[in-house]
């Protein structure tokens, strides 16, 4: 039995129909069993990350857990993460955890401490290291919609953001074949696109001109502030975005070598979210 925590998710949903169409006996761990949206046949478990307990009961018996932890503050995940740690490791399953390509450079945060408490506890662990998800290009939805023009900080930051169904392909291979216990993968997609081009692309799928309209750096703070309404998480994402100019994300084989296939386009996924767009 596997089970999949976040299995609602963008990356959830993906690896829950992967398992399930190679006849994997797989559990979905949700909040909410009544409005979780499954494949039929599916089983369900509830699990609140913010109870310890549940957690312990979700994964119970398990051979292999799939982990996703929500929270971007590193503060709030240094309380929990040793107790999680403990709770996977106990339950003998073995572990493929969804971290960041940030933790590589960044201890303090959320996902690399994680990543140490699990490394800690669990006797057979897999941590995959993502670069961007190409679904935060839906955060120009509301301005692709209402006209032509995208106005945003930092065109020129450059990533290679990745399908969310590679990320599910690749840690399927991790969550079947113990032989990646004891490895981190760094997930990217195929090429390194900057923000400018990225946008040009999704006006190619929809059949549209989008321009990019560089919005300064302190308007996007306020903006952002009260978007989160947390001006510390509003200068973390500026000074992420801003760090991709100079330091663009990585390229990796790691899809290929985990999945047999090359890494899906932005633009393929662009043409996979078109209504979105439009």
Not at 38 to 55: E, Q, T, W, Y
Not at 104 to 111: D, K, N, R
Not at 122 to 143: D, E, H, Y
Not at 252 to 259: E, F, G, I, N, Q
């Amino acid at each position: 039995m596997i089970v999949v925590t976040g299995a609602t998710g963008s990356v959830g949903q993906h690896l829950v129909r992967n398992l399930h169409s190679q006849q994997v006996d797989v559990v979905a761990a949700v909040r909410d069993q009544k409005r979780a949206s499954l494949p039929a046949g599916v089983r369900s478990v509830a699990m609140d990350v913010g109870d310890l307990s549940s957690i312990e009961r979700a994964v119970a018996g398990a051979e292999a857990v799939f982990w996703l932890w929500p929270s971007l503050s590193g503060s709030e995940t240094a309380e929990v993460a040793e107790d999680i740690g403990r709770i996977l490791g106990a339950s003998g399953a073995r572990i493929t955890y969804l971290s960041a390509e940030a933790a590589a450079s960044e201890p303090t945060s959320s996902w690399a401490i994680m990543e140490n408490a699990i490394e800690q506890a669990v006797s057979k662990w897999t941590t995959l290291r993502c670069v961007g998800f190409a679904k935060n290009a839906r955060m120009w939805i509301p301005q692709i919609q209402a006209g032509d023009r995208v106005r945003w900080p930092f065109g020129n930051a450059t990533r290679s953001l990745i399908h969310e169904a590679d990320i599910a392909e690749s840690a399927a291979a991790t969550l079947i074949d113990e032989r990646h216990a004891g490895q981190r993968y760094t997930l990217t997609g195929p090429n390194a696109l900057k923000q400018i081009d990225q946008v040009r692309i999704i006006g190619n799928a929809i059949g549209r001109s989008l321009y990019w309209d560089e919005e300064p750096e302190e308007d996007a703070r306020i903006r952002l502030t009260e978007e989160f309404e947390d001006s510390g998480l509003a200068g973390y994402i500026l000074e992420s975005w801003r760090s991709f100019i100079d330091k663009p994300e990585p390229v990796t084989s790691s899809v290929r070598m985990l999945t047999g296939r090359d890494p899906r386009s932005f633009e393929s996924w662009a043409l996979d979210h078109v209504d979105e767009f439009r």
